[in-house]
């Protein structure tokens, strides 16, 4: 979930399509347009790698908070709000990327190029179900229930942490699942050559909503958990929850 909210790459990388380097140079033939696209490539490839820095210090300060039952919930709202202005920062770098390459490359080509793509696509949610299959309810987003029960003795307050938490990941569940099926394997718009930008504007501002919906429930969940726990249990408990960040 928080990986999503903060813009985990990879295969889920929405305008790049997965392997576009490579099949850029396996697939045009034309060797001055293969040279373009490379360099625009590079471009995007060189600021997606300063964005990472940046969303890391996110994460590591994010994380940080966690471990403080007295954060602001004003500091989490501010920090979003940071991480939010650079993630739509490099959303237009994308757009702008897409837009320079679209026109180079012929419909052939781009065929082959969105085939592969879908080919990674599908074989990294294949791997995502295996591992979830292997995964047992304690682990990962789960693993929270397990912390409640480990490190708060009294039953009605660990209770408490557990409803909390799962209706937090009830109120979140459907949110996740939409967002996940936004990939050039499901989501045409990204396997579309002639896609314009003001399509491709509105598909990253419903990933923005779908992620400040996905935020607010979160934000909602620690107010919970905030009112049943001591700071000492809380810590224990935010210090699991980080490990599954």
Known sequence: LIGIIFGASGSAEYFYLAGFDKSINKYVEDKDTK???????????DAVKEYEKKRN??????????????????????????????????????IAMRLAVQPKITDEEWKNIVAAANKTVEKDQEKMKKKEAKQNEKARDDKLTGTA??????????????????????????????????????????????????????????LNEMREQMYSEYLAFLGKLREVTTPEEWEAIMKDLNKAI
């Open 35 to 45: 040279k373009e696209l490379k360099a625009a490539l590079k471009d995007y490839k």
């Open 57 to 94: 210090q996110q994460l590591k300060d994010f994380k940080a908070a966690n471990l403080d039952q007295n954060t602001d919930p004003q500091w989490y709202k501010d920090h979003f709000e940071s991480f939010m202005k650079l993630k739509k920062d490099r959303q237009e770098k994308a």
């Open 149 to 206: 029960k480990e490190y708060i003795n009294d039953e009605e307050k660990s209770n408490g942490v557990d409803n909390a938490y799962n209706e937090f990941r009830q109120d979140v569940q459907d949110l996740e699942s939409s967002y996940l099926k936004i990939n050039v394997v499901d989501n045409k718009l990204l396997s579309n050559k002639n896609a314009t930008e003001k399509e491709m504007r509105d598909l990253a501002d419903s």
